[in-house]
């Protein structure tokens, strides 16, 4: 899948219940989502990763943040809170439209459609904090790698990142993206569809193992519901000097 396809499949799964497409808990399918609710998922992560990041010795400035893969601003939203201004990127034309309207804070967040390989749209080192959660897994590999290196780009020197990404495992490291793709397609009858990508960690470490940046923590467990085809990977990451 490249780029046009995926804004394309996102874009139409953005249409119709865009919340349960971001967080899809089976009992909340077919607008069941309490937009109140919803976003205070949003809230609860964004305190947990904090806590997290004072346990490692972290504490960003409360300059600048990016939430990348935003889709309608739950995690936008819940950093608001915390600097004086967000930007939050998608992929999805559709989410974003939603977004717009659950924005509380339209001084202070902007959101931004981006088509493309990288960030090239948003500047160099002005970003305190990037923050991205079950975005990047429908990310094709390919392009998971140039965002993920312009993260530290990005970054204000001494500012953090903190990213979720999945592994494949058991079998499914067998079966190449594309042919996964094929079948998703098939099944889904030509509709859009939620695809997954996995990134192997070593890859990941090769991006940020490097002068210029430090893996500050790395968590990896079993994937709520997919645990024989995929690891949830989580990783902190501060931007050194050169």
Known sequence: MNLDEASRNWTALGENDPLWVVLTEPDKK?????????????????????????????????????????????????????????DGVDISASMLRHAGKFNRFPDRVKYHFNVRPDLAAFPTEQYDFIGTLIALQHTPPRFQRSYLADFIRLLKPGGVAYFQTIHARGWRRLVPDWGA????????????FIPL??????????????PGSRIVKFDSTAYPGWETRYANDVFIVQKTAA
């Open 30 to 86: 077919n607008h069941r989502w309490n937009e109140t609710e919803f976003f205070a998922t949003g809230t609860a992560q964004i305190a947990d990763i904090f806590q997290q990041l004072q346990t490692a010795g972290l504490s960003p400035a409360p300059g600048r943040a990016l939430d990348f893969g935003c889709g309608v601003g739950r995690l936008t939203q819940a950093l608001a809170a915390r600097f004086a201004a967000v």
């Open 181 to 192: 793709d094929f079948i998703r397609k098939r099944r889904s009858r030509g509709q859009a």
């Open 197 to 210: 990508y996995g990134l192997p960690v070593k890859t990941v470490r090769q991006i940020f193992e490097r």
